[in-house]
């Protein structure tokens, strides 16, 4: 069970890992679009249309900066770079490229166009104004004047907002995580195989040879190693012991690993057995037994029960090690069993 717990924080954290990034770029999305305000229609007041009259470029390239405010007027206007303050066009063709930034705010005047790129920004609002009849030409020094009535506001056009985007696990996904525990099963029995040979495949052969004995001494051994933990864990507050109960919870994780592998292997060869396989050798097991616990994981409504299965294949793994002596022996146990007997019968 705790490889299989293994097995999903490794998923777990590969989704959550797109997640952030998914996010990153949401929010950077969002940075540049959510900030946009509804465009307001209406006769703009001279504290809005009062910019700097006194530059009147009409592109601000990639990479340079624009200081201060800035105006057009019956032209058509390009920045690729930033523009440190806000802009006023009228009857203008404004564009925005990829990167652009206006820190302060564009007010569009009479027909004036705004064609803003994908990831340009604008940290103030965007104005929109009607110009008036005897202004139609009006420049930057030219504010509307006061005496005209203002043109009869229009309905506020509401920008929507960009779709929210929302990553949602799908059985796919616990399909590719099954595969890739398989992946990671297969390379781990070929490590233990390359490491402890004999001991892999004289612990399975206890297993197969005994495995309700296994299965109450594996039961024995599992209560042991929670009282080991709880010791392990208390001791933890003793700044000296950290390093040593880092250690012994690193060894404990390896003999849960192990002892699951060693309860697959058992799995896969009662399965061999029942369906008239023959035996195979512990690798062959081992895959077996991965790929029939991964597709009982992926069957909807019964894949629940492959939690007890493999705690069961954790327990078994543990019985095995401990009656032959982490696969010293088929008879380790019951030998030593046989000499403490007989020195208390002496005794």
């Not at 229609?41 to 009409?58: D, Y």
């Not at 933990?229 to 700044?239: E, P």
């Not at 895959?287 to 909807?300: D, K, M, Y």
């Amino acid at each position: 069970m705790h490889v299989t717990r293994n097995r999903f924080s490794i998923c777990a954290t590969i989704l959550t890992a797109l997640a952030i990034i998914f996010g990153g770029c949401f929010h950077a999305f969002a940075q540049g679009h959510s900030n946009e305000p509804l465009l307001r229609e209406g006769t703009p007041t001279a504290s809005e249309l009062a910019v700097n009259t006194m530059t009147r470029t009409t592109e601000i390239p990639d990479g340079e900066t624009h200081e201060g405010d800035l105006s057009v007027s019956n032209t058509a206007v390009e920045i690729a770079g930033t523009l440190r303050g806000s802009l006023l066009a009228i009857n203008s063709h404004v564009t925005l490229n990829k990167g652009a930034i206006v820190t302060g705010d564009v007010i569009m005047v009479g027909s004036a166009f705004l064609d803003r790129e994908e990831g340009a920004k604008i940290q103030g609002k965007i104005s929109r104004f009607e110009a008036p009849a005897n202004e139609q030409s009006a420049t930057v020094a030219e504010a509307p004047a006061a005496s005209v009535p203002p043109a009869e506001p229009e309905a506020p056009e509401q920008t929507p907002p960009p779709p929210a985007r929302h990553h949602h696990f799908t059985y796919g996904n616990w399909v590719e995580g099954q595969l890739f525990g398989i992946i990671c099963g297969l390379l781990l029995t070929l490590f233990v195989l390359v490491v402890a040979p004999r001991a892999c495949s004289m612990t399975v052969a206890a297993i197969d040879y005994e495995p309700v004995r296994c299965l109450v001494v594996g039961l024995l051994g599992l209560a042991g190693i929670a009282l080991f933990s709880a010791i392990n864990g208390f001791l933890f507050y003793t700044v000296v012991w950290i390093p040593f109960g880092i250690v012994l919870f690193g060894l404990e994780l390896i003999l849960w690993i192990y002892a699951w592998l060693l309860g697959v292997a058992f799995i896969g060869g009662w399965l061999s057995r029942k369906l008239n396989w023959g035996v195979p050798g512990f690798f062959g097991r081992a895959a077996l037994g991965l790929v029939a616990l991964s597709l009982l994981n992926c069957i909807p409504g019964i894949n629940a029960g492959s939690v007890s299965v493999e705690l069961i294949a954790v327990v078994l793994g543990i019985g095995g090690l401990l009656i032959t002596g982490c696969g010293k022996d088929l008879q380790w146990l019951t030998k030593r069993l046989s000499r403490a007997r007989r020195g208390f019968d002496d005794f």
